[in-house]
């Protein structure tokens, strides 16, 4: 049972929401949750931040480390649903470089 | 530091390869026949796309010679292929050609070449140019080697020490500095890159756990390091990319703003990884306001494809730039705020402190943000710079 992501099998990939604050205070949780979500997957994995109202540098760091582990594997990541702010914060670091990032009126 | 040389570096030394794309086959019959005969394994390609094949194919080719002029792909659009792969693009090209205008010559240059050669090839000067290159190869990885010998050796060091303004006048900085974690996290740095010029450096580690971080230690002496082999601060964070990757946790990453100033001319280089943007002055001592600085690059240790952005800019006498952490945008007097807010309110600090000497204005300007520091959740760094006079 993974408490903090709804996980969403879609025909071409799957679809993560994490259901708190991408934060260092819930990031164990968070590593932990995206590490069992994403394991065997295929497709594009599509974290969801809807539910998302602020995230701090170890946030970044987990769409890092998601987008890497992801990378070599048949399996890419996209981030949909990003408010402003935390789309501004995430080109602000040219993240969108190096996985695509839609924002919450895009998705 | 020097690294262990294994004994069987000596007793089996590598021969190196070397790929040689020409559409022409007997220039790559003779090309073939010389580097044989030098000593060298050779690996032929007929055209651009060819080459691109015979690049996956183990081992890496340690050297290219690379014709411009052919059929599928032109030695230029091979070139930048080669340089989209993060493991190809050390490996040095020289271009052969019997185009020998300037234009050529510069082209390729612009488009990353080491070195050029005009046909007909004068023999024993391209076996001369191959060895140098491929020896200067050799002294880079190595360098990159003994880097992540010490990073590692550094690893556990914690105690961090950051220079002092009133000892050092000649950089003419001020900076305010609390540090809220234990260790790691924002650190800063000024030295010497030059007889008139210095480096002025504010970075953030990710990640509050320590056992995890990177000392701050380690990645200043590697930035020092690397300005004394006179590695531009673009060079110096490419080169710091490689160092940091195998060294960080997965989803660790550095920020880093990266300010070297000529303090004669005032010729400046901004460069950034990731990190938020500085503040300046206007050029106009009476002018109001600021101008931010939002040179926007990858954050480092973290991306095998890694582009810092650089801003190139001339400081006037008097004028002031202001380098940040993120402690200063993200919290105003006790609250959260979002990004944008604070840098607002920032610049409207910053511009209320342009008529104090620098070493009162950094304080001014903290408190301003942060009356009470207690409440900060994040380190404050903050490192104002002018020429000196």
């Given at each position: 049972m993974n408490t903090v992501f709804e996980i969403i099998s879609e025909a071409d990939g799957t679809v993560l929401r994490p259901t708190?604050?991408?934060?260092?205070?819930?990031?164990?949780?968070?590593?932990?949750?995206?590490?069992?979500?994403?394991?065997?997957?295929?497709?594009?994995?599509?974290?969801?931040?809807?539910?998302?109202?602020?995230?701090?540098?170890?946030?970044?760091?987990?769409?890092?480390?998601?987008?890497?582990?992801?990378k070599?594997?048949?399996?890419?990541?996209?981030?949909?649903?990003?408010?402003?702010?935390?789309?501004?914060?995430?080109?602000?670091?040219?993240?969108?470089?190096?996985?695509?990032?839609e924002r919450a009126d895009a998705s | 530091m020097s690294s262990p040389i294994h004994p069987d570096s000596y007793a089996q030394p590598r021969v190196e390869t070397i790929l040689v794309v020409d559409d022409a086959p007997e220039n790559r019959t003779l090309l073939k026949h010389l580097l044989h005969a030098a000593g060298f394994v050779v690996r032929e390609a007929g055209d651009g796309c060819e080459a691109i094949k015979a690049m996956e194919e183990n081992p890496t080719p340690d050297l290219?010679?690379?014709?411009?002029?052919?059929?599928?792909?032109?030695?230029f659009a091979t070139h930048q292929e080669i340089l989209k792969q993060p493991n190809w693009r050390d490996i040095p090209v020289i271009f052969l050609t019997a185009l020998g205008d300037n234009d050529s010559k510069m082209k390729a240059f612009n488009h990353g070449a080491v070195d050029y050669l005009t046909k007909p090839i004068y023999r024993p000067e391209?076996?001369?140019?191959?060895?140098?290159?491929?020896?200067?190869?050799?002294?880079?990885?190595?360098?990159v080697a003994e880097h992540l010998a010490?990073?590692?050796?550094?690893?556990?060091?914690?105690?961090?020490?950051?220079?002092?303004?009133?000892?050092?006048?000649?950089?003419?900085?001020?900076?305010?500095?609390?540090?809220?974690?234990?260790?790691?996290?924002?650190?800063?740095?000024?030295?010497?890159?030059?007889?008139?010029?210095?480096?002025?450096?504010?970075?953030?580690?990710?990640?509050?756990?320590?056992?995890?971080?990177?000392?701050?230690?380690?990645?200043?002496?590697?930035?020092?390091?690397?300005?004394?082999?006179?590695y531009d601060p673009e060079e110096s964070l490419q080169l710091l990319n490689r160092h940091l990757q195998p060294i960080f946790a997965p989803g660790q990453y550095a920020t880093i703003a990266y300010l070297r100033l000529n303090h004669i001319t005032g010729k400046a280089l901004l460069a950034?990884?990731?990190?938020?943007?500085?503040?300046?002055?206007?050029?106009?001592?009476?002018?109001?306001?600021?101008?931010?600085?939002?040179?926007?690059?990858?954050?480092?240790?973290?991306?095998?494809?890694?582009?810092?952005?650089?801003?190139?800019?001339?400081?006037?006498?008097?004028?002031?730039?202001?380098?940040?952490?993120?402690?200063?945008?993200e919290q105003f007097q006790g609250r959260e705020v979002d990004r944008p807010t604070g840098l607002h309110n920032l610049q409207t600090a910053v511009a209320a402190s342009h008529s104090l000497p620098r070493d009162q204005a950094t304080g001014t300007i903290a408190r301003q943000i942060h009356p009470d520091t207690a409440s900060a959740t994040d380190d404050l760094l903050l490192l104002s710079i002018e020429r000196r006079e």
């Open positions: 708190t604050n991408l934060v260092a205070e819930s990031m164990a949780d968070l590593r932990a949750g995206l590490r069992e979500a994403i394991t065997d997957k295929e497709g594009e994995i599509r974290i969801d931040l809807a539910k998302v109202e602020f995230m701090d540098s170890s946030g970044i760091g987990l769409l890092i480390a998601a987008h890497n582990s992801l070599g594997r048949a399996a890419q990541l996209r981030v949909i649903g990003a408010s402003d702010n935390i789309a501004d914060l995430l080109t602000s670091m040219c993240l969108d470089r190096h996985f695509p990032i | 290219i010679l690379l014709d411009v002029m052919m059929p599928c792909m032109d030695g391209l076996l001369a140019r191959i060895r140098v290159h491929l020896r200067f190869r050799q002294s880079y990885n190595a360098l010490q990073l590692q050796s550094l690893k556990e060091a914690q105690a961090v020490l950051m220079p002092d303004p009133a000892e050092l006048p000649e950089a003419a900085f001020a900076v305010f500095y609390a540090q809220l974690k234990e260790a790691g996290g924002d650190f800063y740095d000024v030295f010497p890159s030059g007889p008139d010029s210095f480096d002025y450096i504010v970075a953030d580690i990710s990640g509050h756990d320590l056992g995890a971080a990177l000392p701050t230690a380690a990645l200043k002496a590697l930035l020092r390091q690397n300005a004394a082999l006179h950034s990884a990731g990190h938020i943007p500085a503040l300046l002055h206007p050029e106009d001592p009476n002018a109001q306001g600021t101008t931010v600085m939002d040179v926007r690059g990858d954050p480092l240790g973290c991306f095998d494809s890694f582009s810092p952005g650089v801003a190139r800019f001339r400081l006037l006498p008097q004028q002031r730039i202001h380098l940040f952490s993120d402690g200063f945008i």
